[in-house]
């Protein structure tokens, strides 16, 4: 049974920096995609940044050059490094999984349960 736990969410003031970890387990994160995913209040859910069982990477334009994406394959665990924080990065954040090695065309299967991000200005 595959879980992903994300945890390090939090408050923090615009231009701040928060680090988020998904830990895995039931999953071996160097063997596949996986990616970060949010939703704002009122908001469908947006792709934020991917990286897949290599490491290619993909970004949404609005947090390129601040968020970083990455995994410890010897921890087993995703995480994502957000920099210079902005209100509108306020948003619930998923850590995802997929079952293949590639993101083109991800099927994202796996689903944690969402940590929450708050910037305030």
């Known amino acids: 049974q595959v879980q992903l736990v994300e945890s390090g969410g939090g408050s923090v003031q615009a231009g701040g920096s928060l680090r988020l970890s998904c830990e895995a387990s039931?999953?071996?994160?160097?063997?596949?995609?996986m990616g970060w995913f949010r939703q704002a209040p009122g908001k469908e859910r947006e792709r934020v940044t991917t990286?897949?069982?290599?490491?290619?990477?993909t970004y949404a334009d609005s947090v390129k050059g601040r968020f970083t994406i990455s995994k410890d394959n010897e921890k087993n665990t995703l995480s994502l490094q957000m920099n210079s924080l902005k209100p509108e990065d306020t948003a619930i954040y998923y850590c995802a999984g997929s079952p293949g090695p590639l993101c083109s065309r991800a099927d994202f299967a796996y689903w944690g349960q969402g940590t929450q991000v708050t910037v305030s200005s």
């Open positions: 039931g999953y071996i994160v160097s063997n596949y995609c």
């Open positions: 990286i897949n069982s290599g490491t290619y990477t």
